[in-house]
């Protein structure tokens, strides 16, 4: 973890709640497409048409494969640039902090219990998008559940929420409150 006062990066750790739910979903999942491929291939074969069990099969393994590509790696704030950075496998989330209204460490209680809307709930870590009562609609990359913290922003009419899991939460929260204080000064 790489840290100053205006600077912080944080990898993304995952917990062993994660790596055994990754585990075992992708051994159950490429259990079932085995299964299903060695249905097809029973000389007394099922009532399903052809090609249905194959494509049905490759579904099942693609789909891991496409989560894989939204698995968070890391986090950065940079209060010199403005912004904060989450880095996914492919591509990445850059937050402005001109519109971070405000930033605060959230226990993991009050996002264990969200009902997931669209995203992972646990095969590779948590992330997409969640909603509940407390929090409202937002966006969810974590690893683990600790260490978490909540970035709350508003662009014009719109406001989003974001909830990262770090290892220094204290330092991440600290590096963005310092660069959004003078504006929030101002106000």
């Known amino acids: 973890m790489a840290t100053t006062n205006t600077f912080i990066e944080t990898r993304f750790r995952w917990s062993k709640s994660v790596i055994f739910t ?8 490429a259990l079932a497409a085995i299964l299903l491929l060695w249905i097809e291939q029973r000389p007394q074969r099922t009532a399903m048409p052809d ?3 194959i494509g049905l099969s490759a579904v099942m393994l693609f789909a891991p494969v496409l989560t894989a590509l939204f698995i968070p790696r890391y986090l950065r704030a940079d209060a010199t640039n403005g912004h904060i950075e989450m880095k996914k496998v ?3 989330l850059t937050i402005s902090m001109e519109n971070v209204t405000e930033i605060t460490e959230v226990d993991a209680k009050d996002v264990k219990n969200a009902a997931r809307t669209f995203g992972s709930g646990g095969l590779y870590g948590y992330f ?3 909603r509940n009562k407390k929090l409202g609609k937002f966006t969810l990359y974590a690893t683990e559940m ?3 913290v909540v970035v709350k922003t508003r662009d014009g009419h719109k406001s989003k929420n974001y909830v990262f899991s770090c290892t220094d939460p204290g330092e991440f ?3 963005v409150k310092a660069a959004i204080k003078p504006r929030t000064d101002e106000q």
Do not use: E, N, R
């Not at 990754?22 to 999942?29: E, G």
């Open 22 to 29: 990754t585990i075992f979903l992708l051994a159950m999942i």
């Open 173 to 175: 929260i600290a590096v």
């Open 128 to 130: 997409g998008q969640f």
């Open 51 to 53: 090609g249905f069990v």
């Open 146 to 148: 600790q260490g978490l």
């Open 90 to 92: 492919v591509g990445s």
